[in-house]
Nanobody
Framework: QVELEESGGGLVQAGDSLRLSCVSR??????MGWFRQAPGKEREFVAR???????FYSDSVKGRFTLSRDNANNSVYLQMNSLKPEDTAVYYC?????????????????WGRGTQVTVSS
């Protein structure tokens, strides 16, 4: 059974918006967030949010993406605005019980299956 389930991906044009959702099937008290991976590229940190709701963003999405969290529903939401073709990737929801995971993918112990985001120019 998948512990993290993503939704909301799709095909949009440059400048459009998308909202990704991630629901955890278990109560998650640690950090949750998103990574992405484009074809032929390494996994890239996108954003993370602490249990208390403090978000952190990669420089590539800062000012365009907003990450929020609903602890009552074990969910996180990634609002993506002003999308660019370089945002095209599979987006993975992640969670961890480890403190201070930062942007290191190895410190996140639970991964969703991913949702495809494609931005056309």
């Amino acid at each position: 059974q998948v512990e993290l389930e993503e939704s909301g991906g799709g095909l949009v044009q440059a400048g459009d918006s998308l909202r990704l959702s991630c629901v955890s099937r278990v109560r998650t008290f640690g950090t949750m967030g998103w990574f992405r991976q484009a074809p032929g590229k390494e996994r890239e940190f996108v954003a993370r949010i602490t249990w208390s709701g403090e978000p952190f963003y990669s420089d590539s999405v800062k000012g365009r993406f907003t990450l929020s969290r609903d602890n009552a529903n074990n969910s996180v939401y990634l609002q993506m605005n002003s999308l660019k073709p370089e945002d095209t990737a599979v987006y993975y929801c992640v969670s961890t019980s480890k403190g201070g995971p930062g942007s290191d993918p190895n410190r996140y112990d639970t991964w969703g299956r991913g949702t495809q985001v494609t931005v056309s120019s």
